[in-house]
T-cell receptor, first 114, second 110 residues
């Protein structure tokens, strides 16, 4: 079946602009995660959606970052007033249900802020 | 919050040798420990995982061990092949939220 998809695959923007990154999880997966991977670094947790529960936003680095998940499926990560330090690969993952289910990653969106 | 330390940061082995990567975690509430392989420019792919009610798990050439008392877990790859060359990440999960180690660059020389 189809895996996790993300769009766009690459995004170049100017400092100060807003960007929206999209994630389509695997059909039927109720858990959705956003991570950030800076060049040569590990993955940093950003936010976690599980079903209809309130999202765990504890990893968002500043109030410029926000995310929504509409209809329990597609998610959008929004970064307002982008800064150069926001440049990274943003990865989305989804999991079937429980907290110990395998997380399947999308291909990521490479964000470059000039 | 949870903190995961991973060692070594780089590992170079000859084809056919074994490779061992070790991770420690800080929060005893972590209950799920996946290992991901990431090739250059690709997404992380799960290679093996272990849950906190199990001490060891094996899948062909790959095995993972977990010591809950000491809060550490390890990845063992036997009979390494050049295609095993990649970055390997360990992670620890509390209620689904993964905290990753910094990664190990594994190079397998033919």
């Amino acid at each position: 079946g189809a895996g996790v998809s993300q769009s766009p695959s690459n995004k170049v923007t100017e400092k100060g602009k807003d960007v929206e990154l999209r994630c389509d999880p695997i059909s039927g997966h109720t858990a959705l995660y956003w991570y950030r991977q800076s060049l040569g670094q590990g993955l940093e947790f950003l936010i976690y959606f599980q079903g209809n529960s309130a999202p765990d936003k504890s990893g968002l680095p500043s109030d410029r970052f926000s995310a929504e998940r509409t209809g329990g499926s597609v998610s959008t990560l929004t970064i307002q007033r982008t800064q150069q330090e926001d440049s990274a690969v943003y990865l989305c993952a989804s999991a079937r249900a429980s907290s110990t289910d395998t997380q399947y990653f999308g291909p990521g969106t490479r964000l470059t802020v000039l | 919050g949870e903190n995961v330390e991973q060692h070594p940061s780089t590992l170079s082995v000859q084809e056919g040798d074994s490779a061992v990567i070790k991770c420690t975690y800080s929060d005893s509430a972590s209950n799920y420990f996946p290992w991901y392989k990431q090739e250059l420019g690709k997404r992380p792919q799960l290679i093996i995982d272990i849950r906190s009610n199990v001490g060891e798990k094996k899948d062909q050439r790959i095995a993972v061990t977990l010591n809950k008392t000491a809060k550490h877990f390890s990845l063992h790859i036997t009979e390494t092949q050049p295609e095993d060359s990649a970055v390997y990440f360990c992670a620890a999960s509390i209620r689904g939220k993964l905290t990753f180690g910094q990664g190990t660059i594994l190079t397998v020389h033919p």
